[in-house]
């Protein structure tokens, strides 16, 4: 190699990141003694788009299970349904809770 003559050195480096899908959240409906079933079902309806048969069929489950699951989203999108469901009910002076929870 002839003096005053640079040489570039390239490294390869390679990297296992691996991007990673987000997490799912799951938004549940907590039964309370308060909150009427009437309520519930147009919540589902209004906040997570359900049928009238489908929004029916979750509360029931919510009535008698004690919670039930009304969807599973991204964070974001869990969070926001489960503040606007919050919102709604104490809009209506209930004391319905919703919860966002790890799939």
């Known amino acids: 190699m002839p003096t005053g003559t640079s040489v570039d050195i390239v490294k390869k480096t390679r990297t296992n990141d691996r991007i990673k899908a987000p997490g799912k959240f799951k938004v549940v409906i907590c039964n309370d003694d308060v909150t009427p079933v009437d309520f ?41 349904k489960a503040i606007d469901s919050t919102n709604m009910a104490r809009a209506n002076n209930f004391p319905l809770i919703v919860k966002v929870e790890p799939e």
Do not use: C, K, P, S
């Open 40 to 80: 519930v079902i147009a919540m589902l309806i209004q906040v997570f788009n359900y049928g009238t048969d489908e929004a029916v069929e979750l509360t029931l489950e919510v009535h008698e299970q004690g919670r039930g699951v009304a969807g599973v989203f991204t964070f974001e999108i869990a969070e926001q």
